[in-house]
């Protein structure tokens, strides 16, 4: 697997539905402060502050759905695991083989309905992760790191 490999098209799916989680959290609180504001009589300015900020939000969230997708990417080396997103905000991670500790897979309701997984990778200091792949995927990810990070072991004994 040396070749860059693109996070499958269903994580679309997941990054929007998270927005619009964001927004059912945003107007909860909006109507939060609607009701502070008429038992305690709070400044009814804060109902309009959290409201134009959740739907900012939650349009800046849904933009951004492609430009995370088309930047985000990963690909297992020999040597290293490499994971990137971002364009304008690059960030770009190589994870020595030799460093890594654990992979564990994790799926919630939404990822499991979509049949994605993602890859959680454990060092000594931090762990990181690719943030859904079909499950096969992240199975065979798993076992493929996991065998490099033994082999590396191995060969250092």
């Known amino acids: ?85 971002g364009f304008i905000f690059r960030n770009r991670i190589a994870i020595p083989i030799a460093r890594i500790q654990n992979v564990t897979l994790k799926a919630g309701p939404l990822m499991q309905w979509q049949h994605l997984e993602q890859v959680v990778i454990a060092t000594a200091a931090t762990t990181h992760d690719i943030e859904g792949v079909q499950t096969a995927v992240a199975t065979r990810l798993r076992e493929l790191i996991m065998a490099r990070a033994m082999e590396v072991q191995d060969n250092d004994l």
């Open 1 to 85: 697997m040396q070749t860059t490999q693109q996070l499958p098209v269903q994580i679309k799916r997941i990054w929007a539905l998270s927005a619009v989680g964001s927004l059912c959290m945003g107007v909860l609180i909006t109507v939060g402060l609607g009701v502070a504001n008429w038992l305690w009589n709070w400044p009814f300015w804060l109902v309009w502050v959290a409201l134009g900020l959740t739907i900012v939000e939650f349009i800046v969230e849904l933009a951004l759905v492609p430009y995370r997708y088309r930047f985000s990417e990963y690909v297992i080396t020999d040597n290293a695991v490499e994971i990137q997103s």
